[in-house]
């Protein structure tokens, strides 16, 4: 029987809202009673900077790895990505409670560019969102672990090489006191993080994060951002390049993106934040933000947003004169973004 662990790692809330805190609190303490499992408690992912200690701890942990966190399971994953914690999408069963009348349809198929450099290995992202109690949770992490031992034990029996068995330490409550996840298989090689060090408060953040899922890396964004915020790494990809030149509270952007790629995972508007891609579920919330106010053009609103933000630096707006002429000229042949599909919808409903 192999022995290999699975890493848990909870990311908590910004700021102390004592619900979050305490369903935190109740994972962890029900976690750590789990054989097998590696818990660590980090701040939220978002706010980690690159020499933070959490960001660390993530970045030294190679295997399977389920992640907890207050965003939604696409922002996580794509959030990882970016910060080079990479593998493969693990899909968790845990989806929020459907409405009566939801149905959100199928997921659209992937045509983005991908992720490149992807390791063998699997991550999970849940969004602590999709519960109210900890024991849906414990119940999916149990599933998770199951699937990642199936999983070794199928290619340990491909490779025909006899399954390790690996020595460390059981995690125990007295053993982590609820925070410190660099315990058990992994303690021999990776560097040893306390929970002090981990949970060290960062200062809030706020950039956009890429679905290389989604991206079709067509520059719309690079060509609309004067912020220099975007640039392309060494394979002439899309890359957010000087995160902390985002103007915070500002999703301009995401609005502009064709694909739906470009999410800011603090944002109020779900699909702007990562809510799951669908056609249906565009339109439901498309709708709440007309009937909310927000019902202009999607464009014509990120133009408005980028000026705001080029006066408050000093400089001069630009309005519609820079940078989305290609999406204006394209707008007729390309696909029906979320206002054309809203639009749509209303038309055919007789309003
Ligand atoms: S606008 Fe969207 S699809 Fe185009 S490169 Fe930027 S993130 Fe990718
Ligand atoms: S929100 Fe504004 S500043 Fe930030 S990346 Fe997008 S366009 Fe640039």
Redesign the pocket.
Known sequence: MSRHRLTVVISQAAGKHPVKRALEEALVAALIMESGLDVSVIPSLYDLSPDHTGRLFLESVHGDMVVLSWLFPRAAFWLLDRDGIKGHLGETLLKPAADDDDDDGEPEAPRGIGAVDVPERHIYCIDLRDAATHDPFIDEVRRIAAECRTRREEKDRAASKPMMVELGTSLTANGTNGTNGVIGEHAATMPTFTAEQLLQAPGRRWY?VIDYSRCTNCMECID??L?G??GVDGLERIAVENQDN??RG????SRVCPEQAIMFPDYKTPAIAGAPVGAIGSLKIDLTRLFGGEAKDAVAQAVAE?DR?LVADGRDAVGMSVGIAKRQADKPQGPKDDLDNLMDALDSMDL
């Open positions: 956009p609309f951002c912020f915020v975007y985002c103007k500002c999703p301009a952007c980028r933000e």
